[in-house]
Every structure is written in structure tokens, then in C-alpha cells.
């Protein structure tokens, strides 16, 4: 019903810039919550930073400052701006949605984009 498309991930040297997109199509009625994940190899998934639909922010303490999370809700779309990288932000990056679909029941369901591999070099 809800489907993610994400773009944006690379390789990038410590210190240069990056931003993620994350596009939300299909049958969505609202959007509650859209946020940004990432797993590095032998760690868990952890949130990066999340944007509500009323506006609120929130990150990991590991990016703030660095990174900054937006929304178009006209196009359904959250964005990562990813400053000053690090090699410790090396992860799969991945999407994450908090929709309710058209003609579904009013509970909200969770979607996963697929996952933008960011590899930072030092």
C-alpha cells in the first residue's frame, strides 16, 4: 500500500556532505512520523533523527549539529542532510514511515525503505 524509495547514499570523504531522500508513494491517507534509520555491521539499527507531522524534531546525539532532518509533505518525502560526516556514520541508512494507507484500517502501520549504503572514508 505504502511503498519507500530511498537515493542519496555514497561514498564520501570525512568531512564532506550528503543528503538522503526518502519518497512515500501509494495509497497513503497520512503520514505520522517519518524518520531516518541506520545499521552498521555487527551493531543495531538505531535512529538517526525523526520528524513528526506536527513538527517535531529528534536526533541521536551522535549527529546533532551535523545532520538535519526535513519534510515535504506535498510530495511526501523526508530528507537527510548529512554535514561534516564522519567515518562513524558509515551505515546502511534506512527510511522509516509511520503511515496509515487509503482504504486501510485506521491503524498506523510501520514501512521500511530498502536501504542506502553511506560509507565514509577517513
Known amino acids: 500500500q505504502v511503498q519507500l524509495v530511498e537515493s542519496g547514499g555514497g561514498l564520501v570523504q570525512a568531512g564532506e556532505s550528503l543528503r538522503l531522500s526518502c519518497a512515500a508513494s501509494g495509497r497513503i491517507f497520512r503520514i505520522n512520523t517519518m524518520a531516518w534509520y541506520r545499521q552498521a555491521p555487527g551493531k543495531q539499527r538505531e535512529l538517526v533523527a525523526a520528524?513528526?507531522?506536527?513538527?517535531?524534531?529528534n536526533y541521536a546525539d551522535s549527529v546533532v549539529g551535523r545532520f538535519t532532518i526535513s519534510r515535504d509533505n506535498v510530495k511526501n518525502t523526508v530528507y537527510l542532510q548529512m554535514n561534516s560526516l564522519k567515518a562513524e556514520d558509515t551505515a546502511v541508512y534506512y527510511c522509516h514511515v509511520v503511515a496509515l494507507s487509503l482504504g486501510g484500517s485506521m491503524v498506523p502501520y510501520a514501512y521500511w525503505g530498502q536501504g542506502t549504503q553511506v560509507t565514509v572514508s577517513s
Open positions: 520528524v513528526t507531522n506536527g513538527g517535531s524534531l
